[in-house]
T-cell receptor, first 111, second 117 residues
Framework: GQQLNQSPQSMFIQEGEDVSMNCTSS?????WLWYKQDPGEGPVLLIA?????ELTSNGRLTAQFGITRKDSFLNISASIPSDVGIYFC???????????FGQGTTLQVKP | DSGVTQTPKHLITATGQRVTLRCSPR?????VYWYQQSLDQGLQFLIQ???????AKGNILERFSAQQFPDLHSELNLSSLELGDSALYFC????????????????FGPGTRLTVT
């Protein structure tokens, strides 16, 4: 079946550093979504991308819809302790129309 | 607050028992999705309902079933519970008003933490 490969699996960084994570697939997607999950809570939608090449920001977060429609990345600038959590990418397949999730990137920030 | 509500927040029960988890979608959303998340694992899609009808099935065990009612709230029934069923169970909703059969952005509830002892 279709899969999203999300990397890195985990990151441990210093407060103030920038962070980058990405999601890739061999399939084409119509929409890319990025979610953040705090411990014990439900995932929260951060950014939605609808067009190839689209670059969208939400505060210190920036995400891009890859030009090939097979990938997306999320950058977090000047990280702070409350950025800690699991970040999930998700894509709506242009083939099946189904939303599938990556396995998540666990981010830890050292003050 | 996503607008999706789930009850109960926590549930502790014994092996072999049956439980029901409840979800109310965001106002106006027609689709409800159920996910299971075990410790340090990703989100495993279980099942989707759209406007009262089952739309898609994922890795849902035969011991599990779900339904969506006319008021669009949904229930996930878990029976003959095993220790391995302990997990967070999330409900998500989406409008699904776009291309026929295509998913939309999903909005998640706070989850139900099930502990089977």
């Amino acid at each position: 079946g279709q899969q999203l490969n999300q990397s890195p699996q985990s990151m441990f960084i210093q407060e103030g550093e920038d962070v980058s994570m990405n999601c890739t697939s061999s399939s084409i997607f119509n929409t890319w979504l990025w979610y953040k999950q705090d411990p014990g809570e439900g995932p929260v939608l951060l950014i939605a991308l609808y067009k190839a090449g689209e670059l969208t920001s939400n505060g210190r977060l920036t995400a891009q819809f890859g030009i090939t429609r097979k990938d997306s990345f999320l950058n977090i600038s000047a990280s702070i302790p409350s950025d800690v959590g699991i970040y999930f990418c998700a894509g709506i397949s242009s083939n099946t129309g189904k939303l599938i999730f990556g396995q998540g990137t666990t981010l830890q920030v050292k003050p | 607050d996503s607008g999706v509500t789930q009850t109960p927040k926590h549930l502790i029960t014994a092996t072999g028992q049956r439980v029901t988890l409840r979800c109310s979608p965001r106002s106006g959303d027609l689709s409800v999705y159920w996910y299971q998340q075990s410790l340090d694992q990703g989100l495993q899609f279980l099942i989707q309902y759209y406007n009262g009808e089952e739309r898609a099935k994922g890795n849902i065990l035969e011991r599990f079933s779900a339904q969506q009612f006319p008021d669009l709230h949904s229930e996930l029934n878990l029976s003959s519970l095993e220790l391995g069923d302990s997990a967070l169970y999330f409900c998500a909703s989406s409008p699904n008003v776009g291309l026929a059969g295509f998913d939309d952005e999903q909005y998640f509830g706070p989850g139900t933490r099930l502990t089977v002892t």
